[in-house]
Protein backbone atom coordinates (compact mmCIF):
# COMPACT_ATOMS: atom_id res chain seq x y z
CA UNK A 1 0.00 0.00 0.00
CA UNK A 2 2.82 2.22 -0.21
CA UNK A 3 5.10 3.82 2.96
CA UNK A 4 4.12 6.62 5.19
CA UNK A 5 5.26 9.89 3.85
CA UNK A 6 8.88 11.27 5.29
CA UNK A 7 9.09 14.98 6.20
CA UNK A 8 11.59 15.04 3.72
CA UNK A 9 9.03 15.46 1.26
CA UNK A 10 8.26 18.70 2.26
CA UNK A 11 11.46 20.68 1.59
CA UNK A 12 10.32 22.84 -1.34
CA UNK A 13 8.06 24.65 0.92
CA UNK A 14 10.19 26.83 3.35
CA UNK A 15 9.73 26.37 6.66
CA UNK A 16 9.02 29.82 7.29
CA UNK A 17 6.34 29.45 4.11
CA UNK A 18 4.85 27.00 6.20
CA UNK A 19 4.76 28.74 9.46
CA UNK A 20 2.73 31.57 8.17
CA UNK A 21 0.65 28.93 6.21
CA UNK A 22 -1.07 27.85 9.41
CA UNK A 23 -0.92 31.10 11.27
CA UNK A 24 -2.98 32.40 8.30
CA UNK A 25 -5.72 29.99 8.26
CA UNK A 26 -5.78 30.13 12.21
CA UNK A 27 -6.00 33.44 12.32
CA UNK A 28 -9.65 35.13 13.12
CA UNK A 29 -12.25 35.32 10.64
CA UNK A 30 -10.13 33.54 8.09
CA UNK A 31 -11.45 30.67 6.05
CA UNK A 32 -10.59 28.60 3.11
CA UNK A 33 -12.10 30.77 0.48
CA UNK A 34 -10.46 33.90 1.79
CA UNK A 35 -7.30 31.78 2.75
CA UNK A 36 -6.71 31.52 -1.36
CA UNK A 37 -7.84 34.97 -2.28
CA UNK A 38 -5.10 36.22 0.03
CA UNK A 39 -2.88 34.09 -1.65
CA UNK A 40 -3.61 34.78 -4.82
CA UNK A 41 -3.62 38.72 -4.20
CA UNK A 42 -0.19 38.77 -2.18
CA UNK A 43 1.63 35.66 -3.43
CA UNK A 44 2.53 34.35 -0.10
CA UNK A 45 0.73 33.80 3.61
CA UNK A 46 3.63 36.20 4.91
CA UNK A 47 2.62 38.91 3.00
CA UNK A 48 -0.89 38.12 3.71
CA UNK A 49 -0.06 38.17 7.29
CA UNK A 50 1.03 42.12 7.13
CA UNK A 51 -2.42 42.82 5.18
CA UNK A 52 -4.75 41.02 6.99
CA UNK A 53 -5.36 43.81 9.77
CA UNK A 54 -5.60 46.75 7.17
CA UNK A 55 -8.02 44.79 5.16
CA UNK A 56 -10.14 44.45 8.11
CA UNK A 57 -10.09 47.61 9.45
CA UNK A 58 -11.17 48.65 5.75
CA UNK A 59 -14.21 46.46 6.52
CA UNK A 60 -14.84 47.59 9.82
CA UNK A 61 -13.15 45.81 12.33
CA UNK A 62 -10.68 47.95 14.36
CA UNK A 63 -8.55 45.09 15.61
CA UNK A 64 -8.16 41.23 14.65
CA UNK A 65 -6.28 38.13 15.86
CA UNK A 66 -3.74 36.87 13.69
CA UNK A 67 -2.24 33.81 15.02
CA UNK A 68 1.13 33.81 16.83
CA UNK A 69 4.38 32.23 15.05
CA UNK A 70 4.61 30.22 18.46
CA UNK A 71 0.92 28.68 18.07
CA UNK A 72 1.58 27.55 14.11
CA UNK A 73 5.37 26.14 15.17
CA UNK A 74 3.61 24.15 17.77
CA UNK A 75 0.71 22.92 15.71
CA UNK A 76 3.50 21.43 13.22
CA UNK A 77 5.63 20.28 15.98
CA UNK A 78 3.12 18.54 17.63
CA UNK A 79 1.48 16.65 14.56
CA UNK A 80 4.86 15.36 13.38
CA UNK A 81 5.92 13.66 16.56
CA UNK A 82 2.26 12.14 16.75
CA UNK A 83 3.48 10.17 13.30
CA UNK A 84 1.22 12.63 11.17
CA UNK A 85 2.27 15.63 8.95
CA UNK A 86 0.69 18.57 7.34
CA UNK A 87 0.18 19.18 3.73
CA UNK A 88 -0.64 22.46 2.04
CA UNK A 89 -2.94 23.53 -0.83
CA UNK A 90 -1.08 23.55 -4.14
CA UNK A 91 1.97 21.82 -3.34
CA UNK A 92 2.31 18.01 -3.38
CA UNK A 93 1.05 15.81 -1.98
CA UNK A 94 -1.80 17.40 -1.29
CA UNK A 95 -4.46 15.44 -2.91
CA UNK A 96 -5.00 16.79 -6.28
CA UNK A 97 -9.03 15.73 -6.35
CA UNK A 98 -9.68 17.69 -3.00
CA UNK A 99 -7.54 20.76 -4.14
CA UNK A 100 -10.07 21.57 -6.92
CA UNK A 101 -12.89 21.55 -4.20
CA UNK A 102 -13.64 25.61 -4.13
CA UNK A 103 -13.02 25.81 -0.29
CA UNK A 104 -10.38 22.73 0.33
CA UNK A 105 -8.62 23.02 3.38
CA UNK A 106 -5.34 25.56 3.06
CA UNK A 107 -3.83 22.71 5.31
CA UNK A 108 -4.35 19.51 5.41
CA UNK A 109 -3.18 17.06 8.30
CA UNK A 110 -2.48 13.34 7.58
CA UNK A 111 -1.20 10.02 8.83
CA UNK A 112 -0.49 6.92 7.57
CA UNK A 113 -0.38 6.21 3.75
CA UNK A 114 -1.08 9.41 1.10
CA UNK A 115 -0.85 7.13 -2.18
CA UNK A 116 -4.58 6.11 -0.60
CA UNK A 117 -5.58 9.96 -0.94
CA UNK A 118 -5.38 10.37 -4.92
CA UNK A 119 -6.42 6.71 -5.84
CA UNK A 120 -10.25 6.05 -6.96
CA UNK A 121 -12.43 6.62 -4.32
CA UNK A 122 -16.02 6.01 -3.49
CA UNK A 123 -17.50 7.73 -0.18
CA UNK A 124 -19.43 6.18 1.99
CA UNK A 125 -22.13 7.60 4.38
CA UNK A 126 -25.27 7.09 6.23
CA UNK A 127 -27.34 6.58 9.43
CA UNK A 128 -25.37 6.91 12.76
CA UNK A 129 -28.44 5.04 14.49
CA UNK A 130 -27.84 2.22 11.30
CA UNK A 131 -29.73 -0.68 11.08
CA UNK A 132 -27.90 -4.18 11.50
CA UNK A 133 -29.09 -4.68 8.14
CA UNK A 134 -27.78 -1.28 6.79
CA UNK A 135 -24.31 -1.74 8.77
CA UNK A 136 -24.14 -5.41 6.93
CA UNK A 137 -24.72 -4.14 3.88
CA UNK A 138 -22.29 -1.99 3.82
CA UNK A 139 -19.51 -3.57 5.43
CA UNK A 140 -19.76 -6.16 2.27
CA UNK A 141 -20.50 -3.06 -0.13
CA UNK A 142 -17.08 -1.89 1.33
CA UNK A 143 -15.22 -4.63 1.12
CA UNK A 144 -15.70 -5.55 -2.42
CA UNK A 145 -15.14 -1.83 -3.56
CA UNK A 146 -11.84 -2.44 -1.70
CA UNK A 147 -11.35 -6.01 -3.56
CA UNK A 148 -12.06 -4.26 -6.82
CA UNK A 149 -9.41 -1.75 -6.18
CA UNK A 150 -11.70 1.18 -4.87
CA UNK A 151 -10.30 3.57 -1.72
CA UNK A 152 -13.64 3.57 0.83
CA UNK A 153 -13.55 7.27 2.12
CA UNK A 154 -16.05 7.71 5.05
CA UNK A 155 -16.25 10.06 8.50
CA UNK A 156 -16.14 7.88 11.55
CA UNK A 157 -19.17 8.05 12.98
CA UNK A 158 -20.93 5.79 14.33
CA UNK A 159 -23.05 3.38 12.19
CA UNK A 160 -22.60 3.85 8.56
CA UNK A 161 -19.52 5.19 8.29
CA UNK A 162 -17.99 2.52 11.16
CA UNK A 163 -19.20 -0.07 8.88
CA UNK A 164 -17.86 1.55 5.35
CA UNK A 165 -14.07 1.54 6.64
CA UNK A 166 -14.54 -1.98 8.80
CA UNK A 167 -15.47 -3.22 5.26
CA UNK A 168 -12.61 -1.84 3.64
CA UNK A 169 -10.21 -2.93 6.69
CA UNK A 170 -11.71 -6.29 6.34
CA UNK A 171 -10.05 -7.18 2.98
CA UNK A 172 -6.92 -5.51 3.90
CA UNK A 173 -6.89 -7.80 6.83
CA UNK A 174 -7.63 -11.02 4.74
CA UNK A 175 -4.83 -9.90 1.72
CA UNK A 176 -2.78 -9.81 4.60
CA UNK A 177 -2.27 -6.17 4.45
CA UNK A 178 -1.55 -5.04 1.35
CA UNK A 179 -5.30 -4.15 -0.40
CA UNK A 180 -6.06 -2.91 -3.70
CA UNK A 181 -7.98 -0.73 -1.97
CA UNK A 182 -7.83 0.92 1.19
CA UNK A 183 -9.63 3.16 3.67
CA UNK A 184 -10.03 6.80 4.58
CA UNK A 185 -10.91 7.99 7.38
CA UNK A 186 -11.88 11.80 7.78
CA UNK A 187 -12.35 13.24 11.37
CA UNK A 188 -13.93 16.07 12.58
CA UNK A 189 -11.37 16.86 15.45
CA UNK A 190 -7.50 16.58 15.47
CA UNK A 191 -6.09 13.69 14.00
CA UNK A 192 -4.93 12.64 17.76
CA UNK A 193 -9.08 13.33 19.28
CA UNK A 194 -10.83 9.88 19.10
CA UNK A 195 -14.15 10.57 18.87
CA UNK A 196 -16.86 8.85 19.19
CA UNK A 197 -14.59 7.27 22.08
CA UNK A 198 -15.48 3.83 21.10
CA UNK A 199 -14.02 4.15 17.53
CA UNK A 200 -10.30 4.95 19.25
CA UNK A 201 -9.24 1.37 17.97
CA UNK A 202 -10.86 1.69 14.50
CA UNK A 203 -9.48 5.06 14.05
CA UNK A 204 -5.71 3.84 15.16
CA UNK A 205 -6.19 0.41 12.66
CA UNK A 206 -6.68 3.41 9.81
CA UNK A 207 -4.02 5.23 10.91
CA UNK A 208 -1.80 2.10 10.24
CA UNK A 209 -3.44 0.51 7.66
CA UNK A 210 -5.08 3.59 5.78
CA UNK A 211 -4.85 7.28 6.16
CA UNK A 212 -6.20 9.74 8.67
CA UNK A 213 -7.36 12.90 7.87
CA UNK A 214 -8.71 16.23 9.15
CA UNK A 215 -8.38 19.61 8.92
CA UNK A 216 -8.25 21.00 12.50
CA UNK A 217 -5.29 21.31 14.72
CA UNK A 218 -3.56 18.76 16.57
CA UNK A 219 -5.49 17.90 19.88
CA UNK A 220 -9.02 19.96 18.77
CA UNK A 221 -12.17 18.43 20.18
CA UNK A 222 -15.15 18.11 17.63
CA UNK A 223 -17.30 20.67 17.14
CA UNK A 224 -20.82 20.98 15.91
CA UNK A 225 -19.81 23.24 13.46
CA UNK A 226 -16.76 20.90 12.22
CA UNK A 227 -18.96 18.25 10.58
CA UNK A 228 -20.93 19.76 7.87
CA UNK A 229 -17.01 20.72 7.26
CA UNK A 230 -15.82 17.47 7.33
CA UNK A 231 -18.50 16.20 4.84
CA UNK A 232 -16.80 18.29 2.26
CA UNK A 233 -13.69 16.53 2.43
CA UNK A 234 -15.03 13.36 2.25
CA UNK A 235 -16.77 13.63 -1.09
CA UNK A 236 -13.82 16.01 -2.19
CA UNK A 237 -11.46 12.94 -1.90
CA UNK A 238 -14.52 11.02 -3.64
CA UNK A 239 -15.10 10.24 -7.55
CA UNK A 240 -18.70 9.37 -6.08
CA UNK A 241 -20.42 8.55 -3.20
CA UNK A 242 -23.09 6.31 -1.97
CA UNK A 243 -25.73 7.15 0.52
CA UNK A 244 -26.72 4.04 2.62
CA UNK A 245 -29.43 4.82 5.31
CA UNK A 246 -30.58 8.37 5.94
CA UNK A 247 -33.38 10.03 7.49
CA UNK A 248 -35.20 12.98 5.91
CA UNK A 249 -33.19 15.35 7.69
CA UNK A 250 -30.18 13.72 8.15
CA UNK A 251 -26.58 15.09 7.38
CA UNK A 252 -26.06 12.34 5.25
CA UNK A 253 -28.47 14.14 2.76
CA UNK A 254 -25.99 17.26 3.48
CA UNK A 255 -23.10 15.35 1.91
CA UNK A 256 -25.07 14.45 -0.89
CA UNK A 257 -25.89 18.14 -1.68
CA UNK A 258 -22.08 18.95 -1.56
CA UNK A 259 -20.90 15.85 -3.25
CA UNK A 260 -23.62 17.32 -6.32
CA UNK A 261 -21.74 20.64 -6.03
CA UNK A 262 -18.96 19.25 -6.20
CA UNK A 263 -19.76 17.80 -9.21
CA UNK A 264 -18.93 13.97 -7.82
CA UNK A 265 -21.85 11.35 -8.57
CA UNK A 266 -24.57 10.40 -6.16
CA UNK A 267 -25.41 7.42 -5.79
CA UNK A 268 -27.68 5.83 -2.77
CA UNK A 269 -29.58 2.44 -1.38
CA UNK A 270 -32.95 2.09 -1.85
CA UNK A 271 -35.02 0.69 1.02
CA UNK A 272 -38.89 0.28 2.33
CA UNK A 273 -41.03 2.85 2.51
CA UNK A 274 -42.09 2.35 5.71
CA UNK A 275 -38.66 2.62 7.01
CA UNK A 276 -37.65 6.15 8.39
CA UNK A 277 -34.24 5.41 7.31
CA UNK A 278 -34.91 4.77 3.54
CA UNK A 279 -36.51 8.05 3.47
CA UNK A 280 -33.20 10.05 2.59
CA UNK A 281 -31.74 7.29 0.23
CA UNK A 282 -35.10 7.21 -1.76
CA UNK A 283 -35.48 11.21 -2.21
CA UNK A 284 -32.29 11.07 -3.53
CA UNK A 285 -32.90 7.89 -5.95
CA UNK A 286 -36.28 10.35 -6.51
CA UNK A 287 -34.61 13.38 -7.59
CA UNK A 288 -31.74 11.29 -9.89
CA UNK A 289 -29.23 9.69 -7.43
CA UNK A 290 -28.01 6.41 -9.10
CA UNK A 291 -29.56 3.25 -7.40
CA UNK A 292 -27.18 1.17 -6.16
CA UNK A 293 -27.54 -2.52 -4.75
CA UNK A 294 -24.46 -3.98 -4.84
CA UNK A 295 -20.50 -3.34 -5.72
CA UNK A 296 -20.96 -3.61 -9.94
CA UNK A 297 -24.34 -1.14 -9.91
CA UNK A 298 -20.99 1.43 -8.03
CA UNK A 299 -18.22 -0.21 -10.54
CA UNK A 300 -20.94 0.43 -13.53
CA UNK A 301 -21.65 3.85 -12.81
CA UNK A 302 -18.24 5.14 -12.43
CA UNK A 303 -17.03 3.17 -15.80
CA UNK A 304 -16.17 6.26 -17.21
CA UNK A 305 -14.35 7.45 -14.47
CA UNK A 306 -12.15 4.42 -14.10
CA UNK A 307 -11.75 3.88 -17.42
CA UNK A 308 -7.90 4.62 -18.32
CA UNK A 309 -8.14 5.51 -21.60
CA UNK A 310 -11.44 7.73 -21.19
CA UNK A 311 -11.51 9.31 -17.97
CA UNK A 312 -10.43 12.92 -17.33
CA UNK A 313 -6.95 13.19 -16.01
CA UNK A 314 -6.58 14.73 -12.36
CA UNK A 315 -4.78 18.43 -12.86
CA UNK A 316 -2.26 19.24 -10.27
CA UNK A 317 -4.14 22.08 -8.56
CA UNK A 318 -1.87 25.62 -8.32
CA UNK A 319 -3.03 28.47 -6.37
CA UNK A 320 -3.32 31.05 -9.43
CA UNK A 321 -1.92 34.44 -8.46
CA UNK A 322 -4.26 37.42 -9.11
CA UNK A 323 -2.97 39.40 -12.24
CA UNK A 324 -1.23 42.83 -11.33
CA UNK A 325 -4.25 44.46 -12.97
CA UNK A 326 -6.43 42.89 -10.36
CA UNK A 327 -4.35 43.54 -7.80
CA UNK A 328 -4.15 47.05 -7.97
CA UNK A 329 -8.02 47.27 -7.62
CA UNK A 330 -9.22 48.63 -4.67
CA UNK A 331 -12.96 49.15 -2.86
CA UNK A 332 -14.33 52.99 -1.49
CA UNK A 333 -16.51 53.09 0.66
CA UNK A 334 -19.02 53.56 -2.27
CA UNK A 335 -18.32 49.92 -2.80
CA UNK A 336 -18.76 49.04 0.17
CA UNK A 337 -22.07 50.09 0.80
CA UNK A 338 -23.40 48.73 -2.84
CA UNK A 339 -22.67 45.35 -1.69
CA UNK A 340 -23.91 45.84 2.34
CA UNK A 341 -27.15 46.95 0.99
CA UNK A 342 -27.28 43.98 -0.91
CA UNK A 343 -26.35 41.57 1.66
CA UNK A 344 -28.85 39.54 4.12
CA UNK A 345 -29.02 36.94 6.62
CA UNK A 346 -30.34 34.54 3.58
CA UNK A 347 -27.62 33.56 1.58
CA UNK A 348 -26.91 34.82 -2.01
CA UNK A 349 -24.28 33.89 -4.86
CA UNK A 350 -21.63 36.51 -4.86
CA UNK A 351 -22.17 36.32 -8.84
CA UNK A 352 -25.58 37.78 -8.44
CA UNK A 353 -23.88 40.65 -5.81
CA UNK A 354 -21.80 40.67 -8.88
CA UNK A 355 -24.65 41.88 -11.62
CA UNK A 356 -26.78 43.49 -9.39
CA UNK A 357 -24.04 46.10 -8.43
CA UNK A 358 -22.47 46.61 -11.22
CA UNK A 359 -19.11 46.54 -10.21
CA UNK A 360 -16.09 44.56 -11.30
CA UNK A 361 -15.82 41.25 -10.00
CA UNK A 362 -12.57 41.99 -8.41
CA UNK A 363 -13.81 44.49 -6.54
CA UNK A 364 -16.81 43.06 -5.20
CA UNK A 365 -14.45 40.05 -4.42
CA UNK A 366 -11.97 42.83 -2.21
CA UNK A 367 -15.75 44.32 -0.28
CA UNK A 368 -16.50 40.85 0.58
CA UNK A 369 -12.73 39.59 1.24
CA UNK A 370 -12.62 42.97 3.74
CA UNK A 371 -15.68 41.98 5.02
CA UNK A 372 -15.36 38.36 5.97
CA UNK A 373 -12.19 39.41 7.79
CA UNK A 374 -13.70 41.79 9.74
CA UNK A 375 -16.36 39.23 10.69
CA UNK A 376 -19.29 40.76 9.04
CA UNK A 377 -19.50 38.16 6.13
CA UNK A 378 -20.28 34.48 6.35
CA UNK A 379 -19.21 32.19 3.12
CA UNK A 380 -21.15 29.29 2.04
CA UNK A 381 -20.85 26.50 -0.21
CA UNK A 382 -21.62 27.27 -3.64
CA UNK A 383 -19.99 30.16 -4.16
CA UNK A 384 -22.69 32.21 -1.54
CA UNK A 385 -22.39 34.61 0.66
CA UNK A 386 -24.42 36.43 3.79
CA UNK A 387 -24.37 38.81 6.77
CA UNK A 388 -23.57 37.64 10.21
CA UNK A 389 -26.91 37.64 11.72
CA UNK A 390 -26.82 39.99 14.72
CA UNK A 391 -27.83 39.28 18.49
Known sequence: MGRPLSHSAFSHLSTAEQIARVRLIRSENVGPVSFRQ?????????K????????????????????????????????????????????????SRLAHVEDAPPVLAVRGHMVLADRPAVAIVGARNASLAGQAFTQRLARDLAEAGLVVVSGLARGIDTAAHKGALEFGNLAGNTPAGGTVGVIAGGLNVYYPPENERLQQAI????LLVSEQPWGSVPQQSHFPRRNRIISGLSLGLVVVEATAKSGSLISARLAGEQGRLVMAVPGSPLEPRALGPNSLIRDGATLVQSCADVLEALEPQLRPDIAAPIVPFAPQQAPASLVQYEADDE???AVLALLGTVPVGVDEVIRATGLPAAVVSIVLLELELAGRVLR???????????V
Open 380 to 390: HIGHRVSLVPT
Open 207 to 210: AEQG
Open 335 to 337: ARR
Open 38 to 46: LLARFGSAA
Open 48 to 95: ALEAVPDLARKGGRRNIRIAPAALAEAEIEATRAGGGELLFLGVPPYP
